[in-house]
């Protein structure tokens, strides 16, 4: 497949053995049509040598074993290049790949890195993700790779790599290469805090570091070409094993991001690059002082303006990258919540009207069918409800929100959604129930949930996490989804993200044993049992 034709590939084929087109009043969306199960692992968490998980043979193990046990999704969190925190819904850019995940043993065998280069990686950690450690190194490791491709790549390489270059540099590339560059020459440092004419984006200098820096401007758009090379590779390798791909769009840029700095007049920015208000959400069960997310809120009418042609090209590129997209937090559409960028915590805000229908109906129009699923959980009004099924799109469901209620009944799962066991932003289903660590429930609400959890289950403490996703298999929902974490009974040390603290998040992995041949046919008898298997 050539890179150069990366965003207009089409992506129906693949989906249509899980989607099945639905009329709408304006749009045509996508419902789910056939009754399936998958799993929740980010790419990060991927075994393998290097520190951290790879788009590599680990990644196409990781498919393999997903067909064998009769799974046919695979969901993953955002893939950008992450920054400070290194959570993936801050990213440096919302187009571009995380470099963190370029598989070096496919870059060994094209000559571009050495094998001795690779020891320092491969003496980190295989049990979780040490960022500090990984992101030097191989940050270091793929400068060197740029170079090395510049000098020794082959004609037929180096056609490839501009293909990708002049596909893709008006709209994003360019951007954020020079981004890149700015960041390394200011330490790191957020873009409203660097020289004012860098951060201004003046035309003389800019063109004075398009010069100076040809050669690191020229390495970036590489190492993407490389990322969105092997992207390709998995994706095609998915679609032959009949496995989906489920991305995730946070709704929101980061504010230090390629995005912000490039295009700033479709945000709600100051003068100095930073806003007077940002997003968030109010107190809710994850955290009881609302959550303040820091980034910038968009202007809205400048985005109808010009009938939404950033996020027209924004989703496009997604939609080429996987077979379904959930759309974080998709209650901000109708209504987002903004507040003071002086507040200490999200409580004192309120709601703002968002784009609602204009935004899907530009959508629709320009891309055809959109194969999102909303992430419709939080404070949901029926505004929110009624601009979902206006576009037929799936809404979510976690058990873990709803098996502790007194009148939860698992009819009340409706098809066209995805139920989830728990999510990135939950406790493991193990830690969940037993009340793990940072847990804001007393003793004595634990002990009703955990009462109420065994009523729907088979009354024992030491399966939950079994019957929890034997639960979500028995729902009417087109699609039962558990995290990996819970396919394998772990607790809450293997939780991804608790949301409102921000240290040891994103770090687990997964271990290549763990996938063993009990767990195999446990997972396929239950796909089987519940009429889930892949047709």
Not at 22 to 36: F, H, L, M, P
Not at 343 to 372: C, K, M, N, Y
């Amino acid at each position: 497949m050539r890179l150069a034709a990366f965003r207009q590939q089409p992506h129906g084929a693949i989906m249509a053995p899980l989607l099945k087109a639905r009329g709408a009043t304006k749009n045509e969306g996508y419902v789910i049509a056939t009754r399936q199960a998958g799993v929740w692992l980010h790419l990060t968490s991927l075994p393998g040598r290097h520190g951290i998980g790879e788009l590599g043979e680990h990644a196409r193990w990781f498919i393999d074993s997903l067909r064998a046990m009769g799974l046919g999704l695979w969901q993953f969190l955002p893939t950008g290049p992450t920054a400070y925190g290194n959570s993936p819904y801050q990213c440096s850019s919302t187009f571009a790949g995380n470099p963190l995940l370029i598989d070096l043993a496919a870059l060994r065998e094209e000559g571009l890195v050495e094998s001795s280069e690779l020891g320092g990686l491969e003496k980190l950690s295989r049990d979780f993700v040490n960022f500090g450690a990984v992101i030097p190194l191989k940050r270091q490791l793929l400068e060197r790779v740029g170079d090395r491709f510049q000098a020794s790549a082959s004609a037929a390489r180096r056609r490839a790599r501009d293909e990708f270059v002049e596909a893709h540099d008006r709209l994003w590339l360019h951007d954020y290469a020079l981004f890149e560059v700015l960041k390394t020459l200011h330490q790191q440092r957020a873009w409203s805090e660097w020289d004012r004419a860098y951060a201004l984006r003046d035309p003389v200098a800019m063109q004075g570091l398009e010069t100076a820096a040809r050669r690191q401007i020229s390495n970036v758009k590489s190492i993407q070409f490389l990322f969105f090379e092997q992207w390709n590779g998995l994706k095609e390798y998915a679609a032959r094993k009949g496995v989906l791909l489920m991305g995730d769009l946070p709704i929101y840029v980061a504010l230090d991001s390629a995005d912000a700095w490039a295009r700033p007049d479709l945000l709600c920015l100051g003068d100095d690059g930073l806003p007077n208000e940002v997003a968030g959400v109010p107190p809710d069960y994850f955290s009881a002082a609302g959550q303040r997310w820091g980034n910038p809120l968009y202007r809205w009418e400048r985005h109808a303006a010009d009938g939404f042609a950033w996020w027209t090209a924004r989703v496009g590129h997604v939609m080429a990258m996987v077979d379904l997209i959930r759309v974080d937090h998709f209650r901000g559409f109708e209504a987002y919540w903004a507040l003071p960028a002086s507040a200490d915590t999200a409580r004192d805000g309120e709601w703002r009207p968002g784009p609602g229908e204009a935004l899907f109906d530009a959508l629709g129009a320009s891309l055809g069918r959109l194969p999102i699923v909303a992430e419709d959980l939080g404070v949901i009004t029926p505004e929110v409800e009624a601009l979902r099924a206006r576009y037929g799109f799936p809404g979510m469901k976690v058990l873990q929100f709803m098996a502790g209620e007194e009148q939860f009944n698992t009819k009340s799962i409706p098809g066209n959604c995805v139920c989830y066991t728990g999510t990135h932003d939950n406790d493991t289903t193990v830690g969940w129930f037993h009340g793990g660590p940072g847990d804001l429930r007393t003793p004595k609400e634990v002990h009703r949930i955990q009462a109420a959890v065994l009523r729907h289950t088979h009354g024992r403490a030491d399966t939950i996490h079994e019957d929890l996703i034997r639960l979500a298999f028995s729902t009417d929902a087109a699609l039962a989804v558990a995290p990996m974490q819970d396919y394998l009974g772990l607790g809450s040390s293997a939780r991804m993200n608790t949301p409102g603290l921000p240290d040891n998040n994103w770090r687990w992995r997964l271990q290549a044993q763990q996938i063993t041949p009990d767990l195999t046919a446990f997972v396929t008898h239950l796909v089987r049992a519940s009429g889930r298997y892949p047709g």
